[in-house]
Structure formats: C-alpha cells, structure tokens
C-alpha cells in the first residue's frame, strides 16, 4: 500500500496501515461518531523522523496517542519491527511501551511536582532496566548529562518547579530515555517553551537521533520545525494525510493546495500563494462525511473533490526526490 514504507536506507521500524480512530461525542441534540484519523497509512524508519503537521484538530496527537496505545484503534493495522501491537494487552503491551515512549507538549503537566529530577529518573531505571546501588546512580548521572541538565549534582536534587521550562523538557526527555526506547512520539514538544530555547531542544533530539539511533514521530504545527527536524514530513487535514514527501522536496515543491497554504502562513516565506479560510472553520469530522475535507477551503475544489476523496498516489519515481506522495484530484 502507498506510504507505508520508511524513507530510502532506513529499516521499518514502525508501520500503520489503514489506521482509523472514532469516537463518540455529545454534540447537538444527542451523541455522534466523529472519525479524527481516517484511514491514515505510513511508517517510521529505523532512526528516522517522521514529522506531523497539521492545524488544530486535524489528529495529529490522536495519531500519536494511538501509536502507544493510550487511545485504542478503531481500525486499520500497528505493527513494530514486524509484530502487530494494534490490540496486545498486559505485559506484551507493557513491553512494547518501552520501545515506544510518548514526551508530551507541556512538560510540566507531565511531570511529579513533588518527586526531585532524580526521582523521575530512578523509577525507569530500576523497574525497567532492573539497575541498583552505585550502577543506578551512575545512570541517573549519565543519563542528565546527555540531555544536558548540568552541573549534574546540583540538578538531581532540584524539584520541577525549580527548572526552566527548557530543563523541565530535558527531564522528561530524559525520562523517556530511561527505559531504552526505540522511538519517540513527540507531541509538539517545544511549543510551550521560550522561542530562544526551542532550537536547543530540537539540536538536543537531533543529538539523540545521531547518537542513539532514535526514531521519532514529531508532531508539529510548524512546518519550519518540520523542515528542520524531520527527514520527512506528512501533511495532515481533516484526519486524512494530504501529502507526504522528503522534508526538502516537500517544501521546494508542495503538491497540495493545502500545504501551499501552510508554507504560505509560515513566517519569512516568499510564497505568493495567498489561501483563505473565508469560512474560519475547523474540517468536518463526523463519520459518513464525503470527499477531500479541504474542498470547502480550496480554491481548486471541484464537484468531484465535495464527492469524492482522492486516493494518496505517487507523484514522482525520481530516486533523488524519493517517494512523493499526494491526495488531490487536481494535482498534476
Ligand atoms: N478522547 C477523545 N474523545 C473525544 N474526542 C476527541 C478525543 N481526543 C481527541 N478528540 C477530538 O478529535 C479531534 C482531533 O483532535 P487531536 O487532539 O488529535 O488534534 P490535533 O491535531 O492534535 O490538534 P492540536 O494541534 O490542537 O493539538 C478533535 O476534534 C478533538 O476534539
Ligand atoms: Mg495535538
């Protein structure tokens, strides 16, 4: 199928086929299926990023929330380094936490404002690596000055609310690394943080990637990160992927009206493309719903766009571009 494959030269690590998420919501006069990820196929290679973007509501963090099975598919098929995990349970899904661990937007929300930075760290460490005594506290050691939360003495002892909100996203990054994932789900993880501390992060899990060989999903509203960070990035809308390509052929040459209109919001961009949402409304959701959910928004829609989705297809076989992907009845 389309898009499942990782990009050229990484392994698969993680593979979504078809994968679907409803749920049930009050709205109007009783309740309604609404169906956020929709059919939605792709993977993550062995020490790749894969980056998400989309706007607000489009499912990104369902996507993510799902790929550690906090939310439960609907549908469709998960599968890491070729076992299925859509519906394990117990220790099998224990076990597959550990090689899929989630850092959050707001890392102070995520973290235990009465246990010290150590705490947070020794917990994984023991449980799940089975560490103790002076090799245990060596790791907790190690593992702060890989993220850079130094002098190393002085920050074992601290408690969240004596960290900036930079070292607060170190400690949980940290805290995800202490159990030896194989990938990370990063659910906007710098769009809380000062905008002068942001690259730091960013530089922190490209250093990760490098020298870890980690994957990531990294969810973003921000192409510009995207584009940075990803080597990668898919184009979410509505709960369906719009486009998906390499980070730099996605960017010099976006197929899609709708990631047109994101690179044309992106600050510093000489595009000319100049799409409105004259609606200033969010994509319909509810289950049934028919055709692209950008053709209420888009200026090339079409009869057959408000009828029809389009299937996600090929655009390119050029092996220096890699695999080009688009979902539009009007690409070229
Ligand atoms: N547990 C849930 N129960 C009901 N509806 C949900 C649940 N989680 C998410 N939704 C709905 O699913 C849709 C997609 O939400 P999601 O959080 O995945 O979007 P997002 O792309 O991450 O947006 P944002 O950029 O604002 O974080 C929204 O309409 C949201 O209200
Ligand atoms: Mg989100």
Do not use: W
């Not at 494959?5 to 679907?20: I, K, N, R, T």
């Not at 009783?30 to 990820?37: A, E, W």
């Not at 519906?87 to 959050?104: C, D, P, T, W």
């Not at 245990?136 to 900036?164: C, I």
């Amino acid at each position: 199928m389309a898009c499942t494959e990782p990009q050229a030269g990484h392994a698969p690590l993680m593979e979504v086929s078809d994968l679907v998420v409803r749920f049930r919501v009050r709205g109007g006069a009783g309740k309604r299926t609404i169906v956020p990820v929709d059919h939605v196929s792709f993977a993550i290679g062995s020490s790749e990023v894969l980056a998400l973007v989309g706007e607000s509501g489009s499912g990104k963090s369902t996507i993510g929330r799902t790929l550690v099975r906090i939310n439960q598919p609907s549908g469709g098929v998960i599968r890491f380094e070729g076992r299925e995990v859509t519906a394990i349970r117990g220790s099998a899904l224990e076990a597959y936490r550990k090689n899929v661990q989630m850092v959050f937007q707001d890392p102070f929300g995520s973290l235990n404002p009465v246990k010290t930075v150590e705490k947070h760290l020794i917990f994984p460490l023991r449980k799940h690596r089975g560490y103790r005594g002076r090799v245990l506290d060596q790791k907790v050691g190690e593992l702060l000055e890989q993220v850079g939360l130094t002098p190393v003495p002085e920050m074992r002892a601290k408690f969240p609310h004596e960290l900036s909100g930079g070292q607060r996203q170190r400690l949980a990054i940290a805290r995800a690394l202490a159990v030896n994932p194989k990938l990370v789900v990063a659910d906007e993880p710098i769009s809380m943080l000062d905008v002068s501390i942001r690259a730091g992060i960013l530089e922190l899990m490209n250093q990760l990637k490098r020298e870890v060989g980690l994957s990531y999903l990294y969810i973003t509203h921000d192409l510009a990160s995207a584009r940075y960070f990803g080597d990668r990035i898919m184009v979410l809308y509505g709960g369906k992927v719009m486009e998906l390509a390499e980070s730099k052929e996605l960017i010099r040459n976006p197929l899609h009206p709708y990631t047109r209109l994101l690179l044309a919001a992106t600050p510093g961009s000489r595009s000319r493309v100049n799409l409105t949402n004259p609606f200033n409304e969010a994509p319909n959701l509810d289950a049934g719903r028919r055709g692209c959910p950008f053709a209420f928004r888009c200026p090339l829609a079409t009869d057959v766009c408000r009828e029809e989705m389009p299937p996600l297809k090929h655009q390119t076989s050029d092996a220096a571009v890699g695999e080009h992907l688009v979902a539009c009845h009007h690409s070229p």
